[in-house]
């Protein structure tokens, strides 16, 4: 609150002083050589396929629990792309599938759109040995490593959106990095010519900088809500969907596959006053944007998969009414 009154006095509207600090303290918070916020993640998306160079009619691929609205961005710069299934046990991007796609595909994909759906990395050296370009979407994986792979360090650019509900929130947004110096200098020179009414506004910079400065200890507090919940779930027929191998999942939702009728589920959990979403609804296999017959693992999910809060917000009293649904689900 304080952040934000103190952006409103100084009375500035647009990109200004506290957008700089939000992205100079965001690139040193988070390791990046470069980035840079914008209004919107779809924005973000439109500016990292042309930083890559993409001509129109090229093809990129990408999971088909990535967001519907990746695919209005591909159909508004002349793109192709293919779609590729996930892992079922952790709805992660499968390299096996991504594979296959590719090699029943009649293009070769120039990149890969590589969305970290609920948190969980893929097999990071799996697809670096694919030798594709990768744009790293880590709204959802924020704070997640596997091994020594850390979320945001696999793809040559990343994307963090700072959309409401996310471990970081502007109220808004999205700010597109990229790792390395190389890339860094043409997201330097890209910056340049990005008009001021698609950068973030100095409001939303100021409320995303105060969340910024709380990551580690929101990050703490949803870990605990994520590890106590676990224990109540490993109780019932349902299963977490967690990612293999060493390493830690981000934090943004607590999911769930149901081994019943979602309906059910969330029916149960209202009457229990306990708030629940779909996971999976407004993904691209979601909203019928993925060809009949295929990604059968996604449309499964889709058909199952239920988040429950682990937003700091919740509290001690709120955490024990969640752990109980759990341990109770239909």
């Known amino acids: 609150m304080d952040s934000v009154l103190n952006c409103l006095v100084t009375d500035s509207v647009g990109p200004g002083d506290y957008l700089e600090r939000f992205q100079k303290a965001s690139r040193e918070i988070l390791g990046y050589d470069f980035g840079f916020a914008v209004r919107s993640p779809i924005i973000a998306l439109g500016l990292a396929l042309d930083a890559l160079g993409l001509q129109k009619g090229d093809a990129l691929a990408l999971p088909a629990l990535a967001p519907a ?14 779609v590729f299934d996930v892992d079922p046990s952790s709805a992660c991007p499968s390299p096996e599938a991504y594979e296959a796609a590719v090699l029943a595909s009649e293009q070769k994909p120039k990149a890969i759109l590589l969305f970290e759906a609920l948190g969980n990395l893929p097999d990071p050296e799996a697809f670096r040995a694919f030798g594709v370009p990768i744009i790293e979407d880590i709204s959802q994986s924020l704070g997640a490593y596997r091994g020594e792979t850390k979320a945001g360090s696999l793809g040559q650019l990343a994307i963090l959106g700072l959309e409401g509900g996310g471990l970081v929130t502007a109220g808004g947004g999205a700010i597109l990095f990229a790792k390395g110096r190389k890339e860094g200098t043409v997201l330097r020179n890209l910056h340049e010519t990005v008009e001021a009414e698609l950068r973030m506004t100095d409001y939303n910079a100021a409320l ?3 969340q910024l400065k709380e990551l580690e200890n929101n990050i703490a507090k949803r870990r605990e809500l994520y590890n106590a919940f676990g224990q109540a779930v490993a109780r019932t027929r349902h299963s977490l969907l967690s990612q293999d191998g060493e390493g830690e999942p981000g934090y943004w939702a607590f999911p769930i596959a149901l081994d019943s009728g979602m309906k059910d589920a969330r029916a149960y959990a209202k009457k229990k006053e306990v708030e629940t979403e779909p996971a999976f609804e407004s993904s691209l296999v979601g909203r019928g944007l993925v060809p009949e017959g295929s990604c059968a693992n996604a449309r499964s ?11 700091q917000r919740v509290g001690a009293q709120g955490a024990q009414k969640v752990a109980r649904v759990l341990a109770t689900l239909p």
């Open 69 to 82: 609205w990746y695919a209005r961005v591909l159909e508004d710069k002349g793109f192709n792309r293919i």
């Open 208 to 210: 995303g900088f105060a």
């Open 301 to 311: 999910l889709v058909l199952r998969s239920l988040l429950f809060p682990v937003h």
